[in-house]
């Protein structure tokens, strides 16, 4: 079974189009991730949910909106896709511990979004 | 905020030679520390992680890692590369006490390793 799944694992689309990402993990963890990782290898963090409440929100595109229908699952929409946005988005889930820190994340395999 | 340095953008080792990553952070206190591993076109796998305790960190594949705190310093070990070991790696810091669970990563070290 794969803990966290994202699916599609790519997708190539026209700029302007409006495109989602699905993730769902089946770890029982209580906050998820979406990291973009750029072309150089460079991973940035876009945005946590902790059961289902949005706590990290980076200086993204408002073109990107996440969304997290239960603890299990969260979504990135991106309306208006533009050529910048390709890249491979990781969604990644962690137990906070108690008292605060992380356990560590598990990812996602990864989908690259090529934007043409 | 936080911040990770992994000053090899690129190493390359023979196989069966003896590996070391660097990485070195920024924090005001003691972080927790991560080291990840991503193949090509595959996720980050979890190597090995410290939290507190013993300094000297084992990990999966054979790989171990030590946290020197007075150098900021977290750098991955391997005594045996193998093929299979060619990868990016990637140095994780998290912070202590805080609730948002957010990791930072340095830029990566990409393995290549000659047979």
């Known amino acids: 079974d794969t803990a966290v799944s994202q699916t599609p694992k790519y997708l190539v689309t026209q700029m302007g189009n409006d495109k989602s990402i699905k993730c769902e993990q089946n770890?029982?963890?209580?906050?998820m991730y979406w990291y973009k990782q750029d072309s150089k290898k460079f991973l940035k963090i876009m945005f946590s949910y902790n059961n289902k409440e949005l706590i990290i929100n980076e200086t993204v595109p408002n073109r990107f909106s996440p969304k997290s229908p239960d603890k299990a699952h969260l979504n990135l929409h991106i309306n208006s896709l533009e050529l910048g946005d390709s890249a491979v988005y990781f969604c990644a889930s962690s137990q906070v511990r108690s008292g605060g820190g992380l356990y560590g994340y598990t990812f996602g395999s990864g989908t690259r979004l090529t934007v043409v | 905020a936080q911040s990770v340095t992994q000053p090899d953008i690129h190493i390359t080792v023979s196989e069966g030679a003896s590996l070391e990553l660097r990485c070195n952070y920024s924090?005001?206190?003691?972080?927790?520390l991560f080291w990840y591993v991503q193949s090509p076109g595959q996720g980050l796998q979890l190597l090995l992680k410290?939290?507190?305790?013993?300094?000297l960190v084992q990990g999966i594949k054979g790989f171990e890692a030590e946290f020197k705190r007075s150098q900021s310093s977290f750098n991955l070990r391997k005594p045996s590369v193998h093929w299979s070991d060619a990868a990016e790696y990637f140095c994780?810091?998290?912070?202590?006490?805080?609730?948002?669970?957010?990791?930072?990563f340095g830029r990566g070290t990409q393995l290549t390793v000659w047979p």
């Open positions: 924090y005001g206190a003691t972080p927790y």
């Open positions: 770890l029982g963890h209580d906050t």
């Open positions: 994780a810091v998290g912070e202590r006490g805080s609730t948002l669970g957010r990791l930072y």
């Open positions: 410290y939290f507190s305790g013993d300094t």
